[in-house]
Each structure stands twice: as C-alpha cells, then as structure tokens.
C-alpha cells in the first residue's frame, strides 16, 4: 500500500501535518526511513571501497521478502480497498494482488509468498471455486503460500485494549486453522508506530517464536545500528514475569 503520511485522513499534505502534529512526530515517522536508506547506502560504499583496494571482502546476504501490507481501512473502506475503486484516493487493488499472485504461484513452483492480512485474504478466497480453493491449500501443504502475523488485521499496539489485541489474532487465525490446518509462528508488526510490553508477551503466550517490527523512533534505530543490536530476545514485564516470557526480536 501507500507508504506515505500516516494523518492524511485529516491533513492533506505533510507541511499541514507537521503544523498539526508537531516537528517530532514527523521526524519520527520519516526518520527511520531515512535512517534505513542512509545505511545501507553507506554500507555499499564501504564495500566498494574495500574492493577497490583489494581487500578481501565476504559476500552480503540479502534477503527478499515478498510479503503484503493492505491495510483494513485507512484511506478508502475495507470494500474500496479490496475492490481498487477510488484509484485517485489511494492505489490499491486487494483483490489483483492476489489474483495475480496465486496464478503466478501456481505456474512456477520456485516462487514464494508471504500473505499476513486475514480479512482480505477470507474475502478473496471465499469467492473462489472450489477448485481454486484446493489449489490454494496445495501451495499453503507446500510452504509456497505462508501466513506471518495472520490477524484479522495488523492491530494497533498503542490505543487499543489487550482484549481487542487477542480478539483480533484470534479470529484471523481461526479461519487459517479452519480453512489450512495452519498455525502461524511469526509476528510482523511492519506498520504500527510504537511498540507496548503487552504486544509481545501476548505473541509469546500465543505460541509465536519471532517478532519482527519496522517502525521505531530513528535515534533508537541508529543507536541500534550503531551497537548492532537490531536483534534481541524481548522478555515483556520482567520485573514481574522473569524469563518464564520471552520472544525473539527482529527490528527490520
């Protein structure tokens, strides 16, 4: 989807929003972006400058994730976004996106994809044939087709209740298990802006291993960056619960 300025809904262009919101919310929102891209640029440079002085350098691994972000509403309703209506509000067709992506999986089995959103993928594999509906559930037998996160939505870890955190993963993955027999046990958390100690405990409790989010303030991430310390082992109230809770941690 749109990566573009969270607060659009009520402020059309991001110098309104700075005005709205203050100069720390959108250096927050932008920083770590920037952050992201001033490292790796700086990265490529240093390996080059390695090789060019004939320096032994190891190869660096990337790794290419193909995965969604559709959000259930923001910009347009949950229907507009799945229908593509409204290109001119926000470009985005759920419906394509998967259309497109399973037929692809489908004729070449060197390919892989990553699907986290379950309202949308319920709506679209509901409309299916039957027969469509078993190729799916072949790709999914197959690990071509995998879940990540799998809530009804990539809920929000800052305003809403922990009954509402556990209603939502709870639904999404009743259809998986339903429909594929299948039990998710990654996190992916690529969206929300900020980060709350219940988030993790409730993924650990719920049997996840990993948890990987994408947001955070970008002095954090450049410290990170700095101490390489973008992965940790998160163990949520721990002056209270010890090490009985804990989960790995990814910061992408």
């Not at 919101?21 to 440079?45: C, P, Q, T």
């Not at 948890?211 to 410290?223: A, P, T």
């Amino acid at each position: 989807m749109l990566r573009s300025f969270a607060v659009a809904l009520v402020c059309a262009t991001a110098a309104q929003a700075k005005d709205y919101y203050g100069k720390h919310f959108i250096d927050y929102m932008h920083g770590s972006e920037r952050a992201d891209n001033e490292y790796v640029h700086k990265l490529v440079a240093d390996r080059y400058a390695a090789i060019a002085a004939g320096e032994n350098v190891d190869p660096l691994t990337i790794h290419l994730v193909p995965h969604t972000h559709d959000d259930i509403g923001w910009l347009k309703t949950i229907d507009g976004y799945y229908s593509g209506v409204d290109q001119d509000i926000a470009i985005a067709n759920v419906s394509k996106i998967l259309d497109t992506v399973i037929a692809e999986l489908i004729v070449d089995e060197t390919k892989v994809f990553t699907y986290v959103e379950m309202k949308f993928f319920s709506m679209w594999f509901y409309r299916q044939t039957e027969s469509m509906q078993d190729k799916v559930r072949g790709l999914v037998r197959d690990h071509r087709l995998e879940f990540i996160n799998a809530g009804w939505a990539m809920h929000d870890e800052a305003c809403t209740h922990f009954d509402d955190m556990m209603n939502n993963m709870m639904i999404g993955h009743e259809f998986l298990l339903k429909e594929f027999d299948y039990k998710p046990t990654i996190g992916w958390h690529i969206d929300p802006f900020g980060h709350s100690n219940a988030n993790p405990r409730l993924f650990a409790e719920m049997g996840f291993d990993t948890f990987m989010f994408g947001r955070l303030d970008y002095e954090d991430r450049d410290q990170r960056l700095a101490d390489k310390t973008m992965q940790f082992v998160w163990k949520p109230f721990s002056e209270s619960l010890g090490d009985s809770v804990e989960i790995f941690t990814h910061i992408l």
